[in-house]
T-cell receptor, first 114, second 112 residues
Framework: SAVISQKPSRDICQRGTSLTIQCQVD?????MFWYRQQPGQSLTLIAT?????????ESGFVIDKFPISRPNLTFSTLTVSNMSPEDSSIYLC???????????FGPGTRLTVL | GENVEQHPSTLSVQEGDSAVIKCTYS??????FPWYKQELGKGPQLIID?????GEKKDQRIAVTLNKTAKHFSLHITETQPEDSAVYFC???????????FGAGTTVTVRA
């Protein structure tokens, strides 16, 4: 398995501002992903974070709203831009280890937008 | 794309009884089916997974069964304990696709 940490663990932000969430994993991984979990809901894939290139976004998610970076094999950031109350969610980082398709999730970042 | 349906949405069981959660999927090409447990305030934790080349997998009190023909898979928890109380999610994807499609989740409550 992999040990995944996320920062911050939670935050309360004002509308119109941006928040950058960090994801760090303790081993080199093949794939890194970002998910959103709206209150009381299931998980929805936002994008695949690609090392050294632009992330691959799922339908309904755009780079201007959710810019993602992945400078190396163990670290990625997700920014939630120009936030509105509808962005209040848990944002989760997940990883897949090299040679496997098993995904492990981080503890999540709980975001509240006022 | 893949569509995963999960039932029931809530499940209350007496401690010591069994719990069963069922999921169906739409994409016949899906061949990897993980189950996650999410406790309050935590991220999802992988508890068991199954690939389409097997019909059943067991790990202590937890088992998963897969029926490829019917396109459904189930999670079985035996001898439930209070610490089994959580939200359980099923998911499906194609091998090497990595894009997990999740069910809506089942809130399991184990009554002491």
């Amino acid at each position: 398995s992999a040990v995944i940490s996320q920062k911050p663990s939670r935050d309360i932000c004002q509308r119109g501002t941006s928040l950058t969430i960090q994801c760090q994993v303790d081993s080199q991984v093949t794939m890194m992903f970002w998910y959103r979990q709206q209150p009381g809901q299931s998980l929805t894939l936002i994008a695949t974070a690609n090392q050294g290139s632009e992330a691959t976004y799922e339908s309904g998610f755009v780079i201007d709203k959710f810019p993602i970076s992945r400078p190396n094999l163990t670290f990625s950031t997700l920014t939630v831009s120009n936030m509105s109350p509808e962005d209040s969610s848990i944002y989760l980082c997940s990883v897949a280890l090299a040679g496997t398709d098993t995904q492990y999730f981080g503890p999540g970042t709980r975001l509240t937008v006022l | 794309g893949e569509n995963v349906e999960q039932h029931p949405s809530t499940l209350s069981v007496q401690e010591g009884d069994s719990a069963v959660i069922k999921c169906t999927y739409s994409d016949s090409a899906s061949n990897y089916f993980p189950w996650y447990k999410q406790e309050l305030g935590k991220g999802p934790q992988l508890i068991i997974d199954i690939r389409s080349n097997v019909g059943e997998k067991k790990d202590q009190r937890i088992a998963v069964t897969l029926n490829k023909t019917a396109k459904h898979f189930s999670l079985h928890i035996t001898e439930t304990q209070p610490e089994d109380s959580a939200v359980y999610f099923c998911a499906a994807t194609r091998y090497n696709d990595y894009k997990l499609s999740f069910g809506a989740g089942t809130t399991v409550t184990v009554r002491a």
